[in-house]
Nanobody, 112 residues
Framework: QVQLVESGGGLVQPGGSLRLSCAAS????????MGWHRQAPGKERELVAI???????SYADSLKGRFTISRDNAKNTVYLQMNSLEPEDTAVYYC??????WGQGTQVTVSS
């Protein structure tokens, strides 16, 4: 069993920044891929970014340049730095590990 604990969501004004964290614990070893997805109201869940244990990164094309994913392999933790946030970024952000495990989600609301 793997537990994922997300933190860092909240309310931010347009143009602001947030940093999300997701810590994995439990029956885990050698996590290969960690990533973030998001789901906005009335929309399907979509990929935000993923990062492998070796540091290979992939972003959704629309988010390149504003979002930065990173991870600490020793802590089994993945981060998402989000800058220049827009109202369209409002969504529940979910952490994912190796495509199998999901966090409970953290709400990000961008509004003035």
């Amino acid at each position: 069993q793997v537990q994922l604990v997300e933190s860092g969501g909240g309310l931010v004004q347009p143009g602001g920044s947030l940093r999300l964290s997701c810590a994995a614990s439990g029956s885990i070893s050698n996590i290969f891929v960690m990533g973030w997805h998001r789901q906005a109201p009335g929309k399907e869940r979509e990929l935000v970014a993923i990062i492998t244990s070796g540091g290979v990164i992939s972003y959704a094309d629309s988010l390149k340049g504003r979002f930065t994913i990173s991870r600490d392999n020793a802590k089994n933790t993945v981060y998402l730095q989000m800058n220049s946030l827009e109202p369209e970024d409002t969504a529940v952000y979910y952490c994912n590990v190796d495509g199998n495990y999901w966090g409970q989600g953290t709400q990000v609301t961008v509004s003035s």
